[in-house]
Structure formats: C-alpha cells, structure tokens
C-alpha cells in the first residue's frame, strides 16, 4: 500500500485564488512528521511547510497552511492567493518515527499545479 | 532556509567513465545525507541514506558497487556513479537532515539536483 497518495495529478487555479492540494497517508507509527516540497522546472526540492503528528495546531508559513487532519490522515497544502510562480509541481512527504530513525522521506507521486493569469 | 549545495549542476560522460557529485551542506551540519534519483515526471527514489563516519545504507535494488557514497565530513557526501552507461541518465538529487534538537522537528533541506547525461 501507498504510504502517501496524492489523487490529484494536475490541478489549475486562477491567479490570486486559493488551491488545496490533496494528501493522504498511511502509517501505524504515532510519531511521524509531514512535509510539502514544491518542485519548479528548475528541478530544485523547495521546502515549503512542516505539521508534526503531535503539533495541536494547522503549520502556516506565509500563504502556505496545511489542514491537518489527523483522524482522516490527511495532510492538505493549501495555498493562499495563488501567483504565477506557483506553477510547479508539489510533493508532500512523510517521515515515521521521529525519535531514533534514519529519517528518510517517503514521498508522494506530486501534483502540478498550473496557475493562470 | 538552510542551503544545501551540489555540484555539477549538469554532467555530459562517456559511457564507462565515472562521475563523482557532491552535496554540502553550507550552514548546518549534516550527520545524515540522502541521495535520490528521479526520472522524469515522477516523484523522488529514495538511493541510499549517508551517515558521516560510517558506511552508507542502500536501498534495496540500488548497487552499492555502482553507487559510491562517502560521507567524509559534517558538511559533504559525495555519490560517484562508477562505470556509467545510458541507464544512469537521470537527475540526483541530494538532501541534508538538519537536526533542531527539538523532538520531530527535523526538517531535510535539498540541494539542485544534478542531470547526469552519459552519451
């Protein structure tokens, strides 16, 4: 099985909009951390955001905010007045159990996301 | 954010040439370095994870033999792909855990890849 599934493999928004890019996951381990990496086509793994499976509150970095919802294991990147330079791809990512492990991310299959003028 | 460099940024070789790419971490220390390959249009591969001061941990699949990793210092792994052939194409990318001291925090920074083209 999947740990990280992204559903949507392209998405558009309109320019100045929000967007929420889909991310569910799948462990048993109550210590994991998520993360959401934007890809440009430069190549470049651009961290963007970070919710620990313990934090109380939804992370928000600037436009970027991740509606955490732990009961449905999911992890949803929500961008907030979307700008052209947002066109890129999107990867969210898991690391389980925080405490004493190599910490290697699992990464999802991405999303593109393509913002219009 | 922290900065993680690599370098080349491209490398066009020979076939049967080796190729040697580093990956330093500029304003952190890294005890542990990850090496990732991903092919166009899909997501990261996760190679080999690096631990400064001791041998390398390969994926399964991954040919250690093939794949050099060295982590010789706080700040620099290095992945050599020995032997290349056409099938090695493909853009690697290296990562840096920075450790915050504060339970699950850790965050892996990226470096910019590196697009190996073996002719």
């Known amino acids: 099985a999947q740990k990280i599934t992204q559903t949507q493999p392209g998405m558009f928004v309109q320019e100045k909009e929000a967007v929420t890019l889909d991310c569910t996951y799948d462990t048993s381990d109550p210590s994991y951390g998520l993360f959401w990496y934007k890809q440009p086509s430069s190549g470049e793994m651009i961290f963007l955001i970070y919710?620990?499976?313990?934090?109380?509150q939804n992370a928000t970095e600037g436009r970027y905010s991740l509606n955490f919802q732990k009961a449905r294991k999911s992890a949803n990147l929500v961008i907030s007045a979307s700008q052209l330079g947002d066109s890129a791809m999107y990867f969210c990512?898991?690391?389980?159990?925080?405490?004493?492990?190599?910490?290697?991310?699992?990464f999802g299959k991405g999303t593109k996301l393509s913002v219009k003028p | 954010g922290a900065v993680v460099s690599q370098h080349p940024s491209r490398v066009i070789c020979k076939s049967g040439t080796s190729v040697k790419i580093e990956c330093r971490s500029l304003d952190f220390q890294a005890t542990t370095m990850f090496w990732y390959r991903q092919f166009p249009k899909q997501s990261l591969m996760l190679m080999a994870t690096?631990?400064?001061?001791?041998?390398?941990?390969?994926e399964q699949g991954v040919e250690k033999d093939k794949f050099l990793i060295n982590h010789a210092s706080l700040t620099l792994s290095t992945l050599t792909v020995t032997s290349a052939h056409p099938e090695d194409s493909s853009f690697y990318i290296c990562s840096a855990r920075r450790r915050t001291g504060v339970r699950g925090t850790d965050t892996q920074y990226f470096g910019p890849g590196t697009r190996l083209t073996v002719l």
């Open positions: 690096s631990n400064e001061g001791s041998k390398a941990t390969y």
């Open positions: 919710q620990g499976s313990y934090d109380q």
């Open positions: 990512a898991m690391r389980e159990g925080v405490e004493g492990s190599q910490g290697n991310l699992i």
